[in-house]
C-alpha cells in the first residue's frame, strides 16, 4: 500500500504534563476546571468521550490546576493503569467547546499532528488489536499494569497518508458507535421502566391493568406495611422447593454433563456457550445439583452482585449446577417468574442485605433464603398477569442488548479490516453515503 505511512507515536504529536487529582477533589455540580480521569476511559463502552458527558467531572475550586494547556477536540487519552489487559484503551475527545478539560490520574494526554490525522481516526487506530497489543506487550507490573510515556512513543502505527480517506473511514466506525450509544440509551431507559413497574406491580400498588390500587384495597401487615386485600406475605420454602435433586457418589463415573458455575450466571442470564464438559469422575466436588427447566438459579455468594437467573434447558445435553447456587422449584399454582423477580427487585436485596451486612464473606445461608419474605397473591391468573408484563419489557432489554452486541462484532470486523487497509474504501460513495445519514 504505497498511499499508506507508517510511524512512531512520538513523531506524530505531542504529550502533554498530567495533573494528578484523585476522585475525591472531583465533584458533577459546576466549577471552572473539568478532568478525564483513567477510569472514565476504561468503564465507556465507545472510543470516543463526549465532553458533555457526565464522565468529565469538574474539580473543586480549592484544587490547583498546574496546567495552562487543556484539551482541545481530537486530543487522545491514554488509560496507562489497569489491573488487566484493558491497559492501554484509548479515548478521543469530542465537544470540547470553551471548557477547561485536563486529563488527570493514570493517563496519557496525547495531540495528534491535524495535518497527519483526521479527527477520530487515531482514537480507532490506537484501540485496534494491533496497536492496543503493542501497549500491552510493553506494560509492566504485577498486581497492576502501567504503561509510561516512553513505551506509548514508540507505538508503531499505519494509516493512510489520505485525510479524505481517514475520514470516511472512521465516519463509518462513528456511525456503528452511534447505533450502539442509541440502542444503549434505549436499554438504559427501559431498565428504569422496568424498574418502576417491578417496584409497583410486585407489592400490589399497581394493578395489572395499569390503575393503582387505592388505599381502602390493602390491610396493615405487622412486618411489611401495607399489603393488597386478597394479598399474602409467604417465606420463601412454602412457594418454592430448595434443592430438590442431587447427584449422588454412586452417579455412573461416565456420566456426561454441562456445569453451570457461580461465575456463568449474571442477571438473569446463565453463560451457557461457555459452561465446561465434565465426566462425573473428573468433575469438581461442588458439581452436583441436578436442574430443570423454569428453575431459579440463586447464587449463594456475594447476593448483592444479582447473580440469579431462570434455567432453561439449552439443548439435549445433560445439565448439572454449582452446590454455590440455591435452586428454587415452583409449587404447584406458583408462577416461578413472579418470584424471581421480586427476588431479583429491591424486596430480596433489602432482606439480603441485613443478612450480610459486616461479614467478610457475604453469603446468603440456608436458613436466610428458606426465611426470605415475598408478596404472595392467592390467584395464580394475577401472578401470571404481572410476570407476563414484567417479561415483555424484559425481552425487550434482550433484543436491544442482542442488537449490540451484533454492532460490536460489527465495529470489530470494520475496524480489523479498514484500518489497517486489509479492505478499502470508495471514499467518494462513502463520504456520499455519511453526508446522506446526517
Known amino acids: ?35 478525564i480521569h483513567y477510569g472514565d476511559v476504561l468503564i465507556t463502552f465507545s472510543d470516543v468521550i463526549d465532553a458533555n458527558s457526565p464522565l468529565v467531572p469538574y474539580i473543586n475550586s480549592n484544587e490547583t490546576v498546574k496546567s495552562d494547556t487543556f484539551i482541545e477536540d481530537g486530543d487522545i487519552i491514554v488509560a496507562d493503569t489497569a489491573e488487566d489487559e484493558t491497559v492501554g484503551k484509548v479515548c478521543e475527545i469530542q465537544n470540547v467547546g470553551k471548557r477547561k478539560i485536563v486529563s488527570g490520574l493514570h493517563t496519557l494526554w496525547y495531540r495528534p499532528n491535524k495535518n497527519e490525522f483526521a479527527p477520530k481516526y487515531l482514537g480507532y487506530l490506537l484501540n485496534t488489536f494491533e496497536c492496543h497489543k503493542q501497549l500491552v506487550r510493553k506494560a509492566h507490573g504485577i498486581k ?15 494509516y493512510p497518508a489520505s485525510l479524505n480517506e481517514q475520514n470516511a473511514i472512521a465516519g463509518i466506525i462513528s456511525k456503528v458507535d452511534q ?6 440509551k434505549t436499554i438504559d431507559a427501559t431498565q428504569k421502566l422496568k424498574k418502576s413497574l417491578m417496584q409497583n406491580l410486585l407489592t400490589g400498588r399497581m394493578k395489572p391493568d395499569g390503575t393503582m390500587r387505592k388505599d381502602n384495597e390493602f390491610y396493615d401487615h405487622p412486618k411489611m406495611g401495607k399489603i393488597p386485600i ?15 435433586e442431587s447427584l449422588s457418589s454412586k452417579t455412573d463415573p461416565k456420566f456426561k454433563f454441562r456445569y453451570i458455575t457461580i461465575e456463568s450466571i449474571n442477571t438473569e442470564n446463565i453463560d451457557y456457550e461457555n459452561c465446561p464438559t465434565y465426566n462425573f469422575e473428573d468433575a469438581p466436588g461442588r458439581a452436583r445439583r441436578i436442574i430443570k427447566d423454569n428453575d431459579l438459579l440463586i447464587s449463594g455468594v ?31 399454582q406458583q408462577d416461578y417468574r413472579f418470584y424471581f423477580y421480586q427476588i431479583l427487585s429491591d424486596i430480596g436485596a ?19 433464603i428458606r426465611r426470605l419474605k415475598l408478596y404472595s397473591p392467592t390467584n395464580y391468573e394475577e401472578q401470571k398477569e404481572i410476570a407476563n408484563k414484567i417479561d415483555l419489557i424484559t425481552k425487550q432489554i434482550t433484543e436491544k442488548q442482542n442488537k449490540i452486541n451484533k454492532l460490536k462484532i460489527l465495529k470489530k470486523s470494520l475496524m480489523q479490516n479498514l484500518l489497517t487497509g486489509k479492505i ?3 471514499v467518494e460513495k462513502i463520504n456520499h453515503l455519511l453526508e446522506s445519514m446526517k
Open 230 to 244: 386478597g394479598w399474602e406475605i409467604n417465606i420463601l420454602k412454602d412457594i418454592f422447593t430448595i434443592n430438590d
Open 144 to 158: 497492576v499494569l502501567s504503561i509510561n510515556k516512553g513505551d506509548f512513543w514508540k507505538t508503531i502505527i499505519k
Open 424 to 426: 478499502r474504501v470508495d
Open 302 to 332: 456475594r447476593p448483592n452482585l444479582k447473580g440469579f437467573a431462570i434455567y432453561k434447558k439449552p439443548n439435549d445435553e445433560n445439565w448439572i449446577c454449582t452446590t454455590g447456587c440455591y435452586v428454587l422449584r415452583a409449587k404447584e
Open 350 to 368: 433489602s432482606q439480603f442485605y441485613g443478612w450480610v451486612s459486616g461479614t467478610n464473606y457475604p453469603a446468603i445461608s440456608d436458613r436466610d
Open 1 to 35: 500500500m504505497n498511499d499508506w505511512k507508517e510511524s512512531n507515536i512520538k513523531s506524530l504529536g505531542t504529550v502533554f504534563t498530567n495533573n494528578t487529582f484523585s476522585r475525591d477533589c472531583l465533584n458533577y455540580d459546576s466549577g471552572e476546571y473539568q478532568n
Open 179 to 184: 447505533c450502539i450509544e442509541n440502542a444503549q
